[in-house]
């Protein structure tokens, strides 16, 4: 990735607003700047659009919604505000948490009413760190579903959105000023498209090894959940151009990918009452921290693998995820009548396995964690071998809370922004900071604000 004058000869094509990347952030942009009557174009380097959002269950957090209200959840920007400030420490920006979760209501109502995206809110268990139920999802609760309604409501629209194109060059004035791109077509050839203003949304550094290993190396070596096509280009520019960078080794870890199936197994099985044993049949950490820390937890164990037990009653909830019908599909969700046949069919010491589901039911737990003792594990047992995963970055360009990517030196480009996994995410510097959501939140609401942004 470079960065370059602009072109003596000019640019083939010149538009009002271009956006690089076609996720969820790139998409929105794309609906909110064309409402506002802008010249838009958006640019997608896979022949279809996906993303790391076709990869999640899709869930967006937002507090004040009609979606709540309907369900008679009663919640506030400030009481959602507090919660993602509470587990990342403090370590985010405080105006930039506002902003999402100020607009996160807004961007959740317009794409229901606009665009026909019927988003209900996850009713039935709570996700770690929210202190209301505030998940919206469509009724699959699936990341592909959404992200090709957002790609139907850009046909709809008549938005340009050109596949197979990668930039590789920005084009960028002495002072900063953004120009245009330079980018490769399928067939080998290049083309340079000019413009008003650049929004990048072409998410984060995932797929980029080297830079996990460099920035992340707790998690360097671990499988990546995320798409491969995120490989810091929107970093690599804003380096060049001499943009901020913030908590560049923040990262959204998952510790239940069923394994060596790949498929996401929703967190609900461990909220609900599931727990996590190593291969010795023992519980190793508190599982009610979160699915983000629960990567480099399990990734710990002997083998880097463990096993989530769970039970049927718990997995009748889960299967309203698509991920998780799939899964059963796959044979990846072990069913046993009895804790000899879990531990036979699991190759778990038996004895030891009864012990660690004996002592949930107790109340008394060493790793802090509080269990519902009216909702006990009973037979039939449900388990799932896992992994821990990478899914996506979480730092990046530090940007204002419009979206606009704040100079090393101070202030911000003129008219450079970016959004999603290209910029910072409101996480913190780690892996814990993770609140359920937050690459989601950034993504919708940030693109929101910037495509309505001049």
Not at 406 to 421: D, E, I, M, Q, S
Request: net charge negative; proline share 4%; glycine share 14%.
């Amino acid at each position: 990735m470079s960065v370059r004058p602009p072109p003596e000869s000019g640019f083939e094509i010149s538009v009002g607003t271009l956006i690089v990347g076609a996720g969820a952030g790139g998409l929105v942009s794309a609906l909110s700047a064309y409402e506002m009557g802008q010249d838009v174009l958006v640019l997608e380097a896979d022949p279809i659009p996906s993303g790391s959002t076709a990869l999640s269950a899709g869930l967006i957090p937002a507090a004040g919604t009609k979606a709540q209200r309907a369900a008679g959840i009663e919640d506030s920007a400030a009481l959602f505000a507090a919660d993602i400030m509470r587990k990342a420490k403090g370590e985010n920006e405080p105006e930039l948490v506002a902003a999402l979760t100020d607009g996160a209501a807004e961007a959740i109502d317009w794409l229901s009413d606009r665009h026909a995206l019927r988003f209900t809110v996850v009713h039935d268990f709570d996700y770690p760190g929210h202190s209301r139920r505030r998940m919206h999802g469509l009724p699959s609760r699936a990341g592909r579903d959404l992200i090709d309604g957002l790609r139907a409501a850009v046909e709809t629209e008549s938005i340009p959105l050109i596949t197979e194109r990668r930039a590789e060059t920005l084009f960028a004035d002495d002072d900063g000023t953004i120009c245009g791109i330079g980018a490769v077509r399928p067939d080998g050839g290049h083309e340079t498209i000019g413009c008003k203003r650049l929004i990048l949304a072409c998410n984060g550094f995932g797929g980029n090894r080297e830079m996990v290993r460099r920035f992340m190396p707790s998690i360097g070596d671990a499988i990546y959940f995320g798409h491969d096509g995120n490989r810091g280009d929107a970093l690599q520019w804003g380096e060049a151009l001499g943009a901020a960078t913030r908590h560049l080794g923040a990262f959204q870890g998952h510790g239940n990918v069923a394994h060596p199936h790949g498929i996401l197994i929703s967190w609900a099985v461990i909220m609900e009452g599931g727990i996590q044993v190593n291969l010795d049949g023992r519980r190793f950490w508190n599982e009610s921290q979160g699915y983000s820390e629960a990567a480099a937890a399990v990734l710990a164990q002997p083998e880097g693998v463990a096993w989530t037990i769970y039970d049927t009653w718990i997995a009748a909830i889960a299967r309203q995820f698509v991920d998780f019908q799939d899964a059963e599909a796959q044979g990846a969700v072990i069913v046993a009548e009895t804790i000899a046949d879990l531990a036979a069919k699991t190759r778990l010491p038996e004895a030891a396995l009864g012990e660690t589901l004996a002592d949930i039911q107790t109340g008394a737990d060493s790793l802090g964690r509080l269990f519902d003792l009216d909702k006990p594990l009973v037979p039939p047992y449900a388990a799932t071998r896992v992994t821990g995963t990478l899914f996506h970055t979480q730092g990046g360009l530090d940007v204002a809370p419009d979206g606009r990517v704040k100079r090393a030196r101070g202030g911000v480009f003129p008219n450079l922004f970016a959004v999603g996994g290209a910029a910072c995410g409101v996480s913190g510097s780690g892996d814990a900071g993770y609140l359920s959501g937050n690459g989601l939140l950034s993504a919708v609401v940030l693109g929101r604000k910037v495509g309505l942004a001049e």
